[in-house]
Nanobody, 117 residues
């Protein structure tokens, strides 16, 4: 089992920045990818950014150039730096970890990000 705890959400004006953090604990040695998803009211959960054990990253098109995902293995933490935020970035952001062996997905509790215009 893997436990994920997010922090760093909040209310920010358009153009502002936030940094989300996600600390992993438990059977972290089985994790081969971590990422951030988001879900806005009435919409499906969508991938925002992900990073894999080899260091590769990927982003959804709408956040490229504005968001950066990074990982600190010593702290078992993954970050999402969000710059130039837009009202359409408003959502609950969830941290995700994938077990490379079982391909199970683990989720954090979510953190609200609200961007005012």
């Amino acid at each position: 089992q893997v436990q994920l705890v997010e922090s760093g959400g909040g209310l920010v004006q358009a153009g502002g920045s936030l940094r989300l953090s996600c600390v992993a604990s438990g059977n972290i040695f089985s994790i081969n990818a971590m990422g951030w998803f988001r879900q806005a009211p009435g919409k499906q959960r969508e991938l925002v950014a992900a990073c894999r054990s080899g260091g590769t990253t990927n982003y959804r098109d709408s956040v490229k150039g504005r968001f950066t995902i990074s990982r600190d293995n010593a702290k078992n933490t993954v970050y999402l730096q969000m710059n130039s935020l837009k009202p359409e970035d408003t959502a609950v952001y969830f941290c995700n970890a994938r077990d490379g062996g079982t391909e199970s997905d683990y989720w954090g509790q979510g953190t609200q990000v609200t961007v005012s215009s």
